[in-house]
């Protein structure tokens, strides 16, 4: 129950008082006016509340007074002062009081008074209510009466709370939606959005943020997890987190393991590389490899390539050897006079001082004898040991010593006239023909006796 005091002046500014409440003057529009009772009988009635400002939506109760003045007569006793209210609607408001005379007050001398305290209970906002004021009692002739009297017109403001509600509301929170099912080629970033529309954010930098993974360069992984963010407002609510988010991000090229088959390969034949590319983030989307040169013996590479799903792309490079055909079986072996040893046939054997002709064939893929220069990379007598065991073969006739492999187109191969003049008899000697291909090896035998 509030009080209608001074204290309440913010929110009851034409409290008056005819009962001089807490020393505010009488209230200007106290009612007096036209309230007979019985001939002769005069009581005058002032109220000390009239215009109340509320707040809105709440129920509140003030407390008021009326007070009654014995002014003249004889009639009058046993008064008792009720209220009769006309409400504007319901709950708008509600006002009761009551209060009886003292014994003997109509034998009062004029001026005496007694109180009537009235409360008002108030909830919404009304104008001009009414409240009347109305005695009731006995007549000194022993007669019931009642007389309604003065209207005291009641006027109750809403007016909105001057203390703002407590923030119980946590920020809103909004995040783009990220596609997590796709791989990505880089690292993605969540946008993020917070507002709060009751105390505000407890950091404002939280108004915009990003959460972003952070993959290196070279890596790829299917779980790239960006950070959490939880957002509060300055009244400490907080919003449910948002992230981590889990992406998908590949930023590693794929791996080449690229090979060629068949390796080695013989001289103008047919080869194929393969990249045999893999990649542990998004796949391979496409791999390949150059086409593989056999035009030249030797070690040789051919360049091969693959790209991923996301645009990352590979290269390697796969080595492969060209090398000399065996002409059908006819080749790569040191050909009669010389038997070759490795298919059997027993060591040669030569009269010393001769000149042996040493001769071999190397051929491309397609059984052509190769002549081109720089066939022979090396000629070396390897090894010697003693004795002349062998098969012996005739003496070829007399040639001019060679001195290093010359092709003979004649009959398509390569030929070197051995002079064995400085080798000694009884002696078996090896010998290692070595070709431009680096790994053709031809070694054959001959004993000298
Ligand atoms: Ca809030
Ligand atoms: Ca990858």
């Not at 209207?151 to 946590?170: G, K, N, Y």
């Not at 030929?415 to 009884?426: G, M, P, Q, R, V």
Request: with cysteine; proline share 6%.
């Amino acid at each position: 129950m509030k009080i209608l005091t001074l204290k309440n002046l913010r929110r009851s500014v034409a409290i008056a008082a005819g009962v001089a409440l807490m020393g505010v003057a009488a209230p200007a529009w106290a009612d007096t006016a036209g309230f007979v009772q019985e001939p002769g009988d005069t009581i005058s009635v002032e109220g000390n509340f009239g215009h109340i400002d509320h707040v809105c939506g709440t129920t509140e109760t003030y407390s008021g007074t009326l007070r009654v003045t014995w002014t003249s007569g004889t009639h009058f006793r046993n008064g008792t002062a009720v209220t009769a209210v006309t409400q504007n609607a319901v709950n708008e408001y509600a006002i009761s009081g009551s209060a009886t005379a003292p014994a003997a007050w109509e034998t009062s001398p004029a001026g005496s008074t007694f109180d009537v305290p009235v409360t008002v209970t108030v909830k919404d906002s009304y104008a001009n209510g009414n409240l009347n004021f109305m005695t009731q009692g006995t007549k000194a002739n022993g007669q019931a009466w009642t007389n309604g009297a003065p209207t005291f017109r009641i006027t109750v403001d809403c007016l909105p709370d001057p203390t703002p509600p407590p923030d119980t509301t946590p920020p809103t929170v909004t995040c783009d939606e990220p596609d997590t099912s796709a791989w990505y080629g880089s690292n993605q970033s969540v946008n993020c959005t917070a507002s709060d529309s009751g105390s505000g954010l407890a950091d404002a930098a939280d108004a915009s943020f990003s959460l972003s993974t952070d993959v290196a360069d070279g890596d790829e992984t299917d779980s790239a997890s960006t950070g959490s963010k939880t957002v509060c407002d300055a009244a400490g609510n907080c919003a449910d987190p948002v992230g981590p988010y889990t992406f998908m991000v590949d930023r590693k090229s794929p791996s080449l393991s690229p090979s060629v088959s068949p390796n080695p390969v013989i001289l103008n034949g047919t080869a194929t590389a393969t990249a045999n590319a893999s990649d542990g983030g998004s796949g391979i989307a496409s791999e390949g490899c150059d086409a593989v040169d056999t035009s030249t013996v030797g070690a040789q590479s051919v360049d091969c390539d693959a790209t991923d799903n996301v645009g990352n792309a590979g290269s390697a490079s796969a080595r492969y050897t060209v090398v000399y055909g065996d002409c059908g079986g006819t080749g790569l072996k040191v050909r009669q006079p010389i038997n070759d040893t490795r298919n059997g046939q027993a060591v040669s054997q030569f009269k010393q001082g001769s000149t042996v002709p040493v001769k071999f064939r190397a051929c491309d893929a397609h059984g052509n004898s190769i002549g081109a220069a720089g066939v022979v990379s090396s000629f070396a007598l390897v090894s010697k040991s003693a004795g002349a065991a062998g098969v012996e073969e005739s003496t070829p006739p007399s040639t001019t010593p060679d001195t290093q492999f010359r092709w003979d187109s004649t009959d398509s191969q390569w030929i070197f006239n051995l002079s064995t003049k400085s080798y000694s008899k009884n002696a078996t000697y090896n010998f290692e023909i070595r070709l431009n291909d680096g790994v053709t090896v031809i070694p054959f035998s001959l004993a000298l006796k």
